[in-house]
């Protein structure tokens, strides 16, 4: 169905594969307008609970934004290119189905960014994350000085972005950029796993969480007031009602995410 991506839909669990191996998974033109695709599927697919974002190959989750596509750009174009990527990233970012990237290798400048982007990452033990934009002449366009600053603190991105220093699975955890580290064999079932236990959770509720955790980094919104709100919309659904009644009737909670 799409040149650059494979998709599958599993147990509710979407799984959207970057697949141009043999550019590392390097982020072009189509792969974005793909990408806005299943962002599209993502919403609108009531059987979608949740999507993991992966890239194709032993080697990397993605290298990049395709450099082959910056030759000649101009002052405006370059910031285009740069909007369009980061208003995808902020689709991500602000989905209400929970999207994680499983890092399966190699996730270099618009890579790491699209990792960022997603609401939380796992990591196999092969994986390597960095911004090494400053190596081209370039600084990050897809949100990773944002993004690599609210994950990992300001000091410790400032010395990534300015030294394109890369760094391993395990320093990327130790950091907090990513959540669990595992064997390239066992990442996508260890991400599953934990899909399939948020997904077994009210999905307004989910959402609502997304909402309010995304509102600490968004100056146009008081986060506590964000919270506030979600927390009073949650009384005014079923899942609400259900879940508490099942804790009391001491059951099984059956949320329909209304
Ligand atoms: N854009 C376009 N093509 C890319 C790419 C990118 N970001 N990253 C890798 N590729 C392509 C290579 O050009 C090569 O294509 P070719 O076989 O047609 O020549 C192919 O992917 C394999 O990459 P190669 O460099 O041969 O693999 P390697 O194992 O020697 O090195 C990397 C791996 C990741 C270290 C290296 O590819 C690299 O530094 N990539 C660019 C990373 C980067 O600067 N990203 C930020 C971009 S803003």
Redo the contacts with the bound molecule.
């Keep these: 169905m799409f040149q650059t991506l494979l998709t599958t839909l599993e147990n509710g669990i979407y799984t959207i594969t970057i697949n141009r191996p043999?550019?590392?998974n390097?982020l072009n033109k189509t792969v974005f307008e793909e990408l806005n695709k299943t962002l599209d599927e993502v919403k609108n697919n009531v059987e979608i609970k949740s999507a993991i974002i992966t890239g194709a190959g032993p080697?990397?989750f993605v290298?990049?934004?395709?450099?082959?596509e910056f030759g000649g750009l101009n002052k405006e174009e370059a910031m285009a290119l740069a909007k369009r990527g980061q208003d995808t990233f902020l689709r991500i970012e602000n989905s209400p189905k929970p999207i994680v990237a499983a890092v399966n290798g190699?996730a270099?400048?618009?890579g790491c960014e699209l990792a960022m982007s997603c609401h939380f990452r796992v990591a196999s033990e092969n994986a390597k994350f960095g911004q090494?934009?400053v190596?081209?002449g370039?600084i990050p366009g897809y949100g990773g000085t944002q993004r690599l600053v609210q994950l990992i603190g300001k000091g410790k991105a400032m010395e990534l972005l300015m030294s394109a220093h890369l760094i391993d699975a395990n320093e990327a955890k130790q950091l907090g950029l990513v959540n669990y580290v595992t064997t390239p064999e066992t990442l996508l079932e260890h991400t599953k796993k934990i899909l399939v236990i948020i997904n077994s959770k009210a999905p307004l509720a989910v959402a609502g969480c997304i909402k309010s955790a995304n509102a600490v980094f968004d100056e146009t919104k008081d986060g506590y007031a964000t919270e506030i709100e979600e927390f009073g919309n949650a009384f005014a659904t079923d899942d609400m009602k259900e879940g508490t009644s099942a804790f009391l009737e001491k059951r099984k909670a059956i949320f329909k995410g209304k």
């Design positions: 043999d550019k590392l390097a080697k990397a290298a990049g934004a395709d450099i082959s190699f270099l400048g618009g090494p934009e190596n081209l370039l």
